[in-house]
């Protein structure tokens, strides 16, 4: 089979033919329907999740993927070969505390497909070590949820995470209106009755914005972001700022945009350090909580909205072969949405 | 009466002669039995406290007190003259979000005593504006009562915040052991199963933090901080660091010690700015909150501890007159727990 | 001043006229703009509140009021003669821990308006003791909100407590769709994903539910209630029943449709006892709670939902001197949605 | 080897030699040190789990089990032979929305051990289907940590629910001073500061509470219940009723005693209907939980917990041959504590 593969970091990715893994006991091999492309993926490659994950290359790359149920191991239960599945891509131990607590993303000794020792879904099969992490998707097509299992649930669980501190008069700050960010202004409105404010770099990330539902927009290139955020919120601040960049700008226009007891939510992953002013933090009682991904059943919930047709993706499809074209549109900044690769 | 005043920052208190407040409408005048000096009273006089509250000179400083009902205006209902009463000084609005979501002391206006434009309790008598801000402390003398109301009050909102994350397996970190640290340690042990690590500087505050129930003392004259944690929590890090001080060393030692989904909790104002590294926070989805003081139902809570006789304190007593020494004995670090002005 | 009061239990209400409250301290007097008329009046009437509240007759009828500011005591703050306001019918004394929870009509000693001691809303004027009972209802009309002081509130308190519970496959049960149950539907769709099924009983009933927005309408005059709640849950029962009638067989219906986990929330009076089948409760681990009216902040969301036009309301307007016929009809089942009285 | 089996039910336990089952692929064969005997196990053999649990007989009864690993499949990691293990007895299918939660014994397909169609722990051997079921109990002898994996666990996580309800002057009352009640007195002394109230039959129950650290015990064959819990409680009620006996009688004294927005724990199984007065319930926020057995983190907790040296327990142990005369103890009410077989 064809896989696109990493065999040195600081490289680009090689289409290799590799041989079609074998499943056994309780794993099951997938035929990929599509692999999302994601940022995670171009820092894997330039060696940075070495510290982080046990990486052993060669490895295919891919952690965001979809497909059909191809062949079972004799453990297996309730699929069948044809199956539409999302795949869960957070794999753990199954038996650490936070893996026992329904966090497997969290495992104390994860095991990501594409990121780690496990192959991921830049390829036409993608062998899944427990039926256990895969999510049913009857109805829809894999290459359309791909990007449900990283971009789409991402945000969800962070959304999640706050959405029991939202009330009718509360206000929530996004900044970042990519892959993740679309999404975001989605769950907010669908889980909460808050109003959404978004700040985008332009006028093409101000439409999609408008597009999912934002409902006060703030264009950097235009307008001024401190005091368009008072003049929205009555200079009371918002309830929940959710950075889905985490530059050093866009941190500092969270925080300070914090009203009371205000929450900061960290997904992105771009800058170095968050600064945290202590007398503020401290008077104000202020929160910041990271979050990372999402669990299973997050994922589940996430499919059941596709299925649900309550949410609305942006995706730009490239064959297989052109994973080079669109890594380097992906990281030129030219995708709007997000990248799936089809096998 | 006698009232120890502050007329000019950065200037010492003086000790004045003004006339006793009158008591009307739902304001009661409390007989001070005995005064808390805080390190904030320190800071309020070097004007620190001017960009976050709205203060008028001259003022009676003092927001820590606890004394005996002596008049009551005429809808002040359920107090009687000669109660013995703690002084909730948390003063609110009483109509904002905060305010009717039970957390005064975080109140959109704050009217704290001895902090903003109302006296405080360095002084033979207060006035509190209304009896809601009394809470009752029959059997117990307010002069050893008086530091319950902030340095007894602060660690324990802060110990509440966290103690439904806190296991029989779970470690906790606590920086800063003095007034309010010597009552965290009580605190944790009487509303939670976990193991409590406390960082002292010297052989008096590892005793004082042996006494108070620590399970394990790391001095940071003699051992490896690093080392020392990695060993007693099997490098897994701690479920929880409060830090009471939030110096720049403090905090990163807080913040290094956290195990994954580990949670701080800012209490100290030393540091400027808590510096939390992105990627760490994310990957292992770590929480940081600032707690402030207590509300009123946390600090009855705190005296019914005392009622039932739970908790010590380590007070040294100063007669008013002698407030200068007393802040002076504050400022140099030689208060072994706490300092009590006696009017 | 016109007031429709109760001088004994049995009899219906008398038009008295009686002299204009005075306003003084922190009370308020506001000029009645209309005052809805609940199930809990006719209750009220027939002397089933005096085991619960400290009633004295004759008293003027009415909890569910607003209005505009008419005349302000000396220490009221934050308000203008003229103001439109929605009264928060809690009244509790303020000190206690439930009050000083920020759940003050759930107060050791209420003192609700109406039902107690206190003149209600049946009124040209009602005597408010505290500004701080007051909710500004800026660009609404007072004969239109005042349902939602009651009404309007306690289904919003009942839906959050398990908004939290509710995610996009959660189903949620409610039975009783009149005044209460028609806000429930709107908040459920508000503040969840859930999908919102309602059990009615006639056509007309099912008319509302629909134009509310519930996903699926049983009726019980033409469906097999247990066999469409299978039916559409795939007989896995709901997340969540929110009982607001509370009578013997709707809470047969609720407890029976339970999932896993699920839990029951109890607004309605009309039954006497809830039975809940032991094995079957601890298994799977149900959980029921009773839900009361609503908190101050939960009022001040509600009058914000209406501020931004997201909900809707649907009222009978009765003069003051028909309060006799809106009783009557609403008796006999006659309402649709809720009577409110304008003097 | 031999195993105690139920051939038919409402017959007694036959001990038969059976063949020792084979370990492979994740599961495990643990040699038997304990195995505690409960009431569930007498319920189940005169018939009463075949509506909840799909059942076959014959079956090796026992649910309750700990020992030495003693075979594995060649896909476990993380154990060796002869490691010490407490056996999490909630067996479930692992991808359901429940133990995808971490809540495996609410399983929506449950398949434990000597309650459905896997063998249990009255035996000299258990296959275990997966070594996640295993917690590793080093330092502790197996005979003596068996009944921690449910009358240990049971009420762990009863009172895991309610901790964050408990302040210092808080009351929690225990009805049902058994095998699970003792360990509950302990587990809210550890966790919580609230005062404890027992309720209990004898003398020498009461003595048992007594060493378990309750800080109230009411004798129900000498004191007036309800009069002594409202001279304890000051006529306010308590914070928490747990019940561990769900009778008629316990049930109505444990909801009679709560206090406004109190709850109750449902735990045991005697009785078949709780029957919650509605105007009460409501007015009162009145909440109720059913409570199942325990997850796997929290048994990690309590072995902890014995490990710590923190908990004491009570067995009484009988050997497997007399597996008869520990059941007929057991149901003549002579445990003291818990029954445990040694093979």
Redesign the interface.
């Known amino acids: 089979m064809k896989a696109a593969r990493l065999h040195q970091y600081g490289k680009p990715l090689q289409v290799d033919e590799i041989n079609i893994p074998k499943a056994k006991?309780?794993s099951v091999l997938v035929r990929v329907g599509g692999a999302g492309v994601c940022h995670s993926d171009l820092h894997f490659m330039k060696g940075e999740w070495q510290k982080?994950l046990d990486v052993k290359l060669p490895l295919t790359v891919g952690h965001e993927t979809a497909g059909h149920v191809e062949e079972m191991g004799e453990?297996v239960?309730?699929f069948s070969k044809g199956d539409p599945v999302a795949i869960f891509g957070g794999w753990g131990?199954?038996?650490c505390?936070?893996c026992?607590?329904?966090?497997e993303q969290?495992c104390?000794s994860p095991r990501w497909p594409g990121l780690s020792r496990y192959d991921g879904g830049y390829s036409e099969y993608i062998l899944v070590p427990s039926?256990?992490f895969l999510v049913k998707a009857q109805g829809l097509n894999p290459k359309d949820i791909a990007p449900l299992t990283d971009a789409g649930l991402t945000p969800y669980r962070a959304v999640k995470k706050v959405?029991?501190l939202l009330?009718?008069?509360s206000f929530v700050l996004i900044t970042g209106i990519g892959g993740l960010g679309s999404y975001a202004i989605q769950y907010f409105k669908?889980?909460?009755?808050a109003s959404v404010i978004t700040i985008v770099r332009n006028k093409k990330k101000a439409n999609l914005a408008k597009e999912m539902g934002a409902d006060h927009i703030i264009n950097t290139s235009e307008d001024d972001v401190t005091r368009q955020i008072n003049e929205i919120t009555n200079s009371n601040g918002v309830d929940v700022a959710l950075d889905i960049v985490?530059a050093k700008d866009t941190l500092s226009t969270s925080v300070n945009s914090l009203k009371?007891?205000g929450t900061l939510i960290?997904?992105?992953?771009?800058?170095?350090?968050?600064?945290?002013?202590?007398?503020q933090?401290?008077?104000?009682?202020?929160?910041?909580?990271?979050?990372?991904w999402g669990?299973?059943?997050e994922l589940?919930?996430?499919i059941?909205?596709a299925r649900?047709g309550?949410i609305k993706s942006s995706n730009e499809f490239f064959s297989l072969k052109d994973v080079g074209k669109a890594m380097e549109k992906l990281e030129s900044g030219n995708i709007a949405g997000r990248a799936v690769l089809i096998p």
Chains 1, 2, 3, 4 share one sequence.
């Open positions: 006991g309780e982080i453990l239960q309730g131990c199954g038996i505390q936070n026992k607590d329904g966090q969290l104390n039926y256990r959405r029991n009330n009718p008069d669908l889980l909460s009755p985490c009371k007891r960290l997904v992105g992953l771009m800058g170095r350090t968050l600064e945290m002013p202590i007398m933090s401290v008077m104000n009682e202020y929160n910041v909580s990271g979050s990372l669990n299973y059943n589940n919930e996430v059941s909205l649900l309550k």
